[in-house]
């Protein structure tokens, strides 16, 4: 993608945007994302507020090229979150999970640039309405939490176009240069990537979450957990169990006992492949290799040109 309002609004080289991801997008992904002429994103909502500080100051020192956060505002103690965030003199932040109204001003007063993430053109309005600078329109193809209506990308993105004139982010299923064209085509200005960059060699995931997503066919990620908050999970034991569990009706409390305390944290940070949660998109089947980030790049914007010449001719 040439440069564009989204390159402008975040003050960037490509408009790449590594969606935050939780225990994956710290501090050394983030910045190999921005250092490559990205947006990278620091995931906080892995993050106590003492090791968002700590990463923020990494952050600060490993890049001179624009990075934000992505705080999803479901977040126990967000109001600290956000004190943090002004403290520190960040300058973007993406929200997901909850409604950008309450936090979108405060951010603006403090000189901040602020996407939200949404799963429908309903919610999309409702950023506009808020005042957010950018939209993120996520697809059921993606990996973590997601959208309840399963509008896949294809689907979503035209008619997120329709519904907002904000400058529009795809996300959901992008795992090369011919998608960010098809992106681009659908009427977006900018891509969020997160399970190509969850499997990066820069991502804080376990080897084993990586190796695991990195062997995947097809078909092997399903979202589940409607009656919480849909995940996309690989399938594994700890899936298997929540699948029949939901199949017979299990209502939320015994689902939530199901999982246990820190379920992403066992499956993406500890590396356990079995009863962890292994939080992926479906285009993990297409990922073979734990490559670096700058490979990861230049593949991307060599695919993004080769496919434009292509079309073009
Ligand atoms: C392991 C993992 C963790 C994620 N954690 C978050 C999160 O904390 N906040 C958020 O807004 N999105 C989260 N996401 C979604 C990504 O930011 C991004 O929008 C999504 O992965 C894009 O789709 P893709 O996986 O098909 O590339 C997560 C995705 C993955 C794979």
Partial sequence: MEKNRICQLFGIETPIIQGGMV?????????????????????????????????????????????????????????????????????????????????????????????????????????EEAGVDAVVAEGFEAGGHNGREETTTMALIPQVRQATTLPLIAAGGIGSGQAMVAAEALGAEGVQIGTLFALAKESSAADEFKRLCTSIEEGDTMLCLKKISPTRLVKNALYNRLAEAEARGADADELREMLGKAASKRGIFEGDTEDGEIEIGQIASAVKTIDDVATIMARLKAEYIETKNRLAQ
């Avoid at 994103?41 to 090791?51: C, V």
């Avoid at 990075?67 to 126990?76: R, S």
């Fill in 23 to 127: 225990w994956c997008s710290g501090w050394r992904l983030a910045s190999a994302i921005s250092n490559a002429g990205g947006l990278g994103l620091l995931g906080a909502g892995s993050m106590h507020p003492e090791t968002l500080i700590e990463h923020i100051r990494k952050m600060n020192q490993a890049t001179d090229k624009p990075w934000g956060i992505n705080i999803p505002l479901m977040y126990p103690e967000i109001g600290r979150l956000m004190d943090i965030i002004v403290d520190e003199g960040v300058k973007v932040v993406f929200t997901s999970a909850g409604s950008p109204k309450k936090y979108t001003q405060m951010l603006h007063d403090a000189g901040i640039k602020v996407a939200h993430v949404v799963s429908s053109s309903k919610f999309a309005r409702k950023c």
